[in-house]
């Protein structure tokens, strides 16, 4: 017997409310999936190295800039609701910056994750692509989410942004896990990486790529 193809499903409960009254145009969501696709910070070919990480640096470097933006996450069905289900890796979750985008009348969520496509994706199908097997479940939530409690996971229980977790981006930036053990050892003899990183993320905090747009492709004025 051939097995189901995956499937995936909107987790309403563990999603947060988004406002659709702040988006940007697709013009602009191409430039700014182009400019993180080829930013070397992000470190997209290292495919296991803290999603949660470079998600928040992304939507981090996205409120600087004043461009609206929200975290995607998939999770497997077995790691969120012990049912059959699997991502691709191993992974028992995947998380990913989204950029609201105004798309012939309608506000729709597409997600900046080069480590799995080379173009934007709708978190609908981002969150496809990542499942391997049955049922993954996929939500919205708040920039400044940074990570779900280690057991049980409710919609407003989430860890928000802090200078740990901070911290902790800057490290997962730089290509360790300060969490690990391994990652702890990699840090004690690498800590002048990670303040280089952190000055050249401050650096880009500053520099508005997208500045010169002056709005004409910002906000809803563009098309009212």
């Not at 729709?108 to 391997?132: G, H, N």
């Not at 800057?170 to 360790?176: A, E, F, T």
Request: aromatic fraction near 12%; charged fraction near 20%.
């Amino acid at each position: 017997m051939l097995n189901s193809p995956p499937t995936v499903a909107f987790d309403t409960v563990l999603s947060d409310e988004t406002d659709d009254s702040n988006w940007i145009s697709m013009e602009l969501a191409q430039k700014v999936f182009n400019f993180f696709k080829d930013a070397p910070l992000s470190r997209w070919t290292d495919g296991n190295n803290d999603c949660e990480d470079r998600a928040n640096a992304l939507c981090m470097l996205l409120d600087a800039w004043n461009i609206p933006n929200f975290k995607g996450w998939v999770f497997s069905g077995y790691f969120l609701k012990r049912n059959l289900g699997s991502l691709i890796n191993y992974w028992n979750y995947h998380v990913a910056a989204v950029l609201p985008v105004h798309v012939n009348g309608t506000v729709q969520c597409y997600v900046i994750d080069p480590s799995t496509d080379s173009a934007l994706q709708l978190l609908k199908d981002w969150a496809l692509r990542i499942t391997a097997v049955d049922t993954s479940y996929y939500l919205l939530k708040e920039s400044d989410i940074y990570i779900f409690p280690p057991r049980k996971i409710t919609r407003d229980n989430w860890y928000r942004k802090n200078k740990r977790n901070y911290n902790w981006t800057m490290q997962g930036l730089s290509g360790i896990n300060g969490l690990s053990s391994i990652g702890k050892a990699h840090l004690s003899f690498n800590k002048q990486a990670v303040k280089r990183t952190a000055e050249r993320f401050k650096k880009m905090m500053k520099d508005n790529p997208f500045s010169a747009l002056n709005g004409r492709v910002l906000s809803n004025d563009a098309l009212q």
